[in-house]
């Protein structure tokens, strides 16, 4: 079913159709019916949500996944042949008109009600008027986005998918599809997958690229590769570790928004990016899809609007990564990990500044040395040798974004990684960049505790459903 | 470097930053500053094109990838350092300035010029004013971006990416991420990409998911999941084939545009929106980037403007498969394959279609059920039996949509594979969808005779560079 531009659209482009299609009644979403004046006859085809039968009058809710709201049918009962059953498909024909109740403005006064497919109320997992949990639900990867939660959080992610690239568009970003197969194994990730064809992979030592080839962890190599001639890039797909992880905040398959820019003059030139990048997606969202944002906020994160209104209006906060640590040591907190200069932060520490910070999202900058990868660009101090890294911590999820200002310079890579050097000869460039977690994202703005319930069909350890 | 939109909105957002922003001179882009008025004092950076010194005047071109326009340079001769040479990075100051010349409206009246990062012109494999053949580039994906053949290409395929996700946004499709990684193995789509964790791969029987699990090669299955609860649905995302092929149309990576729609009716339904696609974001690609489109037309497939004029002022036609085989029956051409009634069509069928049609993309339809996948919905007609399929055919590349109307009805299933069988229960629906291969179709519109130089990063047997 096309909106009504689409439709328009598809009749001009097509005009070549072997059979015309009929005029009337024009067929309309249950978001287009329900911006509708009224008095239009219309057809809208969906999804039976609820079935209320009174002695003459029978009421129907369809949804069509267009919106959260459904459409109130209004029947004589004669309609009703026993199959208007909750989740059975139906095509309504009838006219739009004002409705007296003050729950909607239109209404569809049917005339005609056909049952597309029938839905066995007894085998169908989802029960009439009951708020299954989302625990429950993770088990029907193919139809829990028929509940009112999944369809919300979905619709938000591509809503969401949308607002990030026109901001980096609007920003003059070049938008990169990052190879997926890779032969670079990156720093080391932890974890990762080996890929090999089906039909090889109990026999044959030849690779089918000649290499051994992996899943990407990480776009940030050939995004570097191309801010070496676009200048701003940007790559927005998945990316993978084989972790043995069950925690609420990992996945198999996951999704990272990477950018990477070049001749960038310090951090605050890539932190600027980031925090534009939250909050302009953020708002583009909360303007888009309100009553799906409300919906999440309302039920599966009471609070959450509050949370996320406070970290919109405020400046997203800058402490160093010694700061940090002195605030963690002067805390009255007691931490399974002791926190010490030299030491990475864990989630109880990341947790903790966040709220120090009034839980505005805090930038931790300039790491030691030696706890990140080689290619993050020294920045010569001292005692306290660090790198011009950079994390973003949010309330709730914690870490969100990771970054760093590249090392360009030459000598300084020279005795490192081979590969890495043949991309500083060439008319080299300060450049920086970051990644972006975009399943953490979506829980950040929501408040959605799992991950598995904001990515259509989840991958962890030991479920690949569908 | 931030556009000047992106870098007024970071500044905005961010305003706890550490250090202030030097407000003089301006940093621009390339495409800002060829946009400017002239008199502002501005700083670009980017990479030199080329080089002319004279006796008292020394001009530059600057490229940072914003657009395939350099900008022009004019300085001092003694400012010319000797390091100012073809492929390095350079920051340049001065003023805009009208200029004299009618190749460009501005130029840049250079104070100062600083070689940010050198290049080795021996060692560089580009060479100053060579057009190097594509094949040529191919062996340095890491540099390659850095010509204008590529840069051109690369964004234009990130125009079209957006162009994509704009028609569907636009027309009420919800945007889905399907799995990368799947348990399903499609409809033994050829040979498939197995995955495990690199450090079982020798090792260990147990799976990481439990069970096998391979890279998808459609997201047509967990779309069909989507369509039946937001009705229109898209995806658009690597797909993945294991075939040892070496042609110029085939790659182990590749992208696809994949959508499908429930309560269609028609294959009418189906093709409005294939056309749609194609024209709209076509449309849109050469209205935002005219000389990137226009730099291939004219270097790499020459009269590939007029074809493609003419592909999207007409209407595009539709013949059935038997329509087809009729028609190359006739044919005074000998195939090496002899067309019949029950056989694939092959390239060289394919491509005498489209020629018969006028160089107009044809749709062929209602091919014969014994050809297609079980899942293509039955025409019970007779004595020849077809199903309800599609294929858009273009001139130069073949096929480049495949799509169908779906089997709903439970019965013609029954028999069939229990997995999809699931997807019917609940409230089935009568619906279609169709993918269109990303490449092929950047391929079409732009002229570009191999599918290696219009992706980023080609993946394909015995290469899998960085």
Chains 1, 2 share one sequence.
Not at 182 to 204: L, Y
Not at 281 to 292: G, R
Request: net charge negative; aromatic share 10%; proline share 5%.
């Amino acid at each position: 079913m096309l909106g009504a531009r689409g439709l328009l659209r598809g009749l001009r482009a097509c005009s070549s159709a072997p059979r015309p299609r009929r005029a009337l009644p024009a067929r309309l979403s249950v978001l287009a019916a329900l911006g509708a004046a009224g008095g239009e006859r219309i057809k809208v085809q969906g999804w039976i949500r609820s079935v209320r039968s009174q002695k003459e009058v029978l009421f129907l809710h369809v949804n069509d996944g267009s919106s959260l709201e459904s459409l109130q049918v209004v029947a004589d009962s004669s309609l009703d042949n026993g199959e208007l059953t909750f989740g059975s498909s139906v095509e309504v024909q009838g006219q739009l008109v004002q409705s007296p109740s003050r729950m909607q403005n239109v209404e569809l006064k049917a005339e005609k009600i056909e049952v597309v497919g029938n839905c066995d109320a007894k085998n169908f997992p989802l029960k009439y008027k009951e708020r299954h949990p989302l625990e429950y639900l993770r088990q029907y990867p193919h139809l829990r986005c028929r509940t009112n939660a999944l369809s919300s959080i979905l619709r938000i992610r591509s809503e969401a998918t949308a607002a990030i690239h026109s901001f980096f568009k609007e920003s003059g970003f070049v938008h990169i599809h990052t190879p997926i197969i890779t032969s670079n194994d990156c720093e080391g990730a932890g974890e990762i997958f080996q890929i090999e064809p089906s039909s090889k992979i109990n026999g044959s030592d030849e690779n089918f690229f000649n290499v051994p080839a992996f899943l990407t962890v990480s776009g940030q190599l050939h995004l570097e590769v191309m801010s070496g001639a676009f200048t701003q890039v940007f790559t927005f797909g998945p990316t993978f570790r084989a972790e043995n992880s069950q925690s609420r905040r990992h996945l198999a398959e996951f999704y990272m928004v990477e950018a990477e820019i070049s001749f960038v003059e310090n951090l605050q030139d890539i932190m600027q990016v980031m925090e534009g990048l939250f909050k302009t997606a953020t708002m583009t969202v909360l303007s888009n899809c309100p009553e799906d944002v409300e919906l999440c906020h309302k039920f599966i994160a009471p609070g959450q609007k509050d949370r996320l209104d406070h970290m919109l209006k405020n400046n997203f906060l800058i402490i160093s990564y010694t700061e940090a640590i002195e605030i963690l040591k002067k805390a009255s907190q007691n931490f399974t990990f002791t926190p010490e200069w030299g030491a990475d932060l864990h989630t109880e520490h990341e947790k903790y500044l966040v709220k120090h910070c009034g839980n505005v999202p805090v930038f931790v900058i300039n790491y030691p040395l030696t706890l990140k990868p080689f290619y993050m660009r020294d920045n010569e101090d001292g005692p306290q040798h660090t790198v011009a890294a950079v994390d973003l911590l949010v309330p709730g999820v914690g870490e969100l974004f990771g970054g760093s200002l590249r090392e360009e310079r030459y000598h300084f890579l020279e005795q490192q990684l081979a590969r890495y050097l043949d991309l500083r000869q060439f008319g080299s460039v300060p450049h920086g960049g970051f990644g972006m977690g975009f399943e953490r994202y979506l829980q950040c703005i929501l408040g959605v505790d799992n991950i598995k319930d904001v990515i259509p069909f989840p991958r962890f350890p030991h479920s690949c459903l569908l």
